[in-house]
């Protein structure tokens, strides 16, 4: 059973245009979801691009959070759960990593 603490949320700010388009972003799926809490749980490595909103990630089991928003790079690991308190709408593309 993987141990949350060892999970990390990366956050990259402000990724350059090249590493965007080398990972082919506006390729990838969309999803998005307006202000309020949301309990997640990631069973593949996530990687997404925030186009808008304003997240803070809390790991289950932590109160501390890792912020993230619109123009960021991040990724999730496998296995993470998590809350989003989410304060602006986010619109992002991801990807899933295949296992």
């Known amino acids: ?3 949350n603490n060892n999970l ?5 700010k402000n990724p350059s245009e090249s590493k965007l388009s080398e990972l082919n972003i506006n390729c990838w799926p969309k999803w998005g979801c307006s ?20 997240v803070r990630a809390y790991p289950k089991g932590s109160s501390e959070f890792v912020e993230f928003g619109a123009g960021d790079l991040v990724i999730i690991p496998k296995g993470l759960s998590c809350t989003w308190d989410v304060s602006v709408a986010v619109d992002k593309h991801y990807k899933f990593e295949s296992s």
Do not use: H, N, S
Not at 8 to 12: D, L, S, T, Y
Not at 35 to 54: H, M, N, S, V
């Open 8 to 12: 990390r949320i990366i956050v990259e």
């Open 35 to 54: 202000p309020g809490k949301y309990q997640l749980k990631f069973d593949a490595e996530e990687t997404c691009y925030l186009l808008r909103g304003k």
């Open 1 to 3: 059973m993987a141990d």
